[in-house]
């Protein structure tokens, strides 16, 4: 389907229970890890990556050793708040983390470069989505008023993209 035959209300399915369903549902994942595991994937990719091993992290969260464990190399349940805490305190981007896994139903995209771009300009559109999850809408505007706004807002990105490879490249030569 042509960028320009999209529409909110042909990407969004309604949902039947906005408290249970993930925020990105758009299709069935592919089979594989369920979300939970996907995101303790993320975890410890995370911990290899900053070099802490479980057992110190479990120490600054003041957990216990075992239990952290048992949650992220085992199969005990990670909590929304306790997978919360831990993105806090290695200090991960949530939004980014959920996209990644929630959306993408890849916990390795959370490293990806595209993913972090993408993810920066669809910040206020998540924090929207939780908001009108939550039965409160702050802003009442048409939507060719939020659609022209996020295209004006992605070709001042990209000119000034450009304008600064150009800039890189006066400067290189």
Known sequence: MPHRNLTPETVF??????????VFLFANPNPGPG???QYKQLI???L???GIPPAHLADRMRIPRPRLHK?????NPLT??????IFRELGMDHVRAKISVALLHDPDAYANQAVFLATESLKSFYLEVMTCRRGSIEVDLRPAIIHEAARRAYDLLLSHQERVMQNDQTLQA
């Open 48 to 50: 290899a990556r900053q």
């Open 35 to 37: 979300e939970q595991d």
């Open 80 to 85: 929304e708040g306790l997978r919360d805490r």
């Open 71 to 75: 949650i992220l190399k085992q199969t």
């Open 44 to 46: 410890n990719a995370e």
């Open 13 to 22: 399915k309604p949902s039947a229970d906005p408290e249970t369903e993930p």
